[in-house]
């Protein structure tokens, strides 16, 4: 079963508007940890944020922000005012406390068009 | 940055010839990473490291062997190459302090394909 679903394969919004990227995992660990990354046209993978399992708080930075949801074990990612820079796929992801690996979502393409 | 450094970055190879890509990291970090990415199936995790000697094996092992006989290098090597193989790799590494508490660095990734 799969253990991160980014249900939204391909999203499409114009410059300025808001968009945000769902993400939903599954685990039995009372610990685990959150992941979400970038992946620009230039192929690289960054680190964009991590959330604790035990931290619901919500985060923002900057334009981004991040809704942590235990009861609907959702993780979603808002970029408010888009901007073409932010054109990307993009992975949420897994960790839990029990194992070593990472288990990754099959990523959402964002495409804001100017 | 993380300092990680794959190589090759490109590789073009025959089918049944042998490859191996190399991952070096200069930050000591324990433990260490293959995956490959493809279209419609994100990343997925082929082999990972948890200390030297030690490795363990993802979803998607069969065809890939690992080594590491440093802290520094993980090779990846494909036995026998297919072109069920062609993909991007991409090492990453996450830091000693704990395995669970932490982000995932990654290398700049290697795209082989096999023909």
């Known amino acids: 079963a799969q253990k991160v679903t980014q249900a939204q394969t391909e999203i499409s919004v114009v410059e300025k508007e808001d968009v945000t990227l769902d993400c939903v995992y599954e685990t039995r660990d009372t610990t685990y940890y959150l992941f979400w990354y970038k992946q620009p046209p230039s192929g690289e993978l960054v680190f964009l944020i991590r959330?604790?399992?035990?931290?619901?708080q919500n985060e923002i930075s900057g334009r981004y922000s991040w809704n942590f949801q235990k009861s609907t074990s959702s993780f979603n990612f808002t970029i408010t005012a888009s901007q073409v820079v932010d054109s990307a796929v993009y992975f949420c992801a897994l960790r839990e406390n029990t194992g070593n690996q990472f288990y990754f979502g099959t990523g959402t393409s964002l495409t804001v068009i100017p | 940055d993380a300092g990680i450094t794959q190589s090759p970055r490109h590789k073009v190879t025959e089918t049944g010839t042998p490859v191996t890509l190399r991952c070096h990291q200069t930050e000591n970090h324990r433990y260490m990473y293959w995956y490959r990415q493809d279209p419609g199936h994100g990343l997925r995790l082929i082999h990972y490291?948890?200390?030297?000697?030690?490795?363990d094996k993802g979803e998607v092992s069969d065809g890939y062997s690992v080594s590491r006989s440093k802290t520094e290098d993980f090779l990846l090597t494909l036995e026998s190459a297919t072109s069920s193989q062609t993909s991007v790799y991409f090492c990453?590494?996450?830091?000693?302090?704990?395995?669970?508490?932490?982000?995932?660095?990654f290398g700049q990734g290697t795209r082989l394909t096999v023909v």
């Open positions: 990453a590494i996450t830091p000693t302090r704990g395995p669970g508490n932490t982000e995932a660095f």
């Open positions: 959330r604790n399992s035990f931290d619901e």
């Open positions: 490291s948890y200390g030297v000697k030690d490795t």
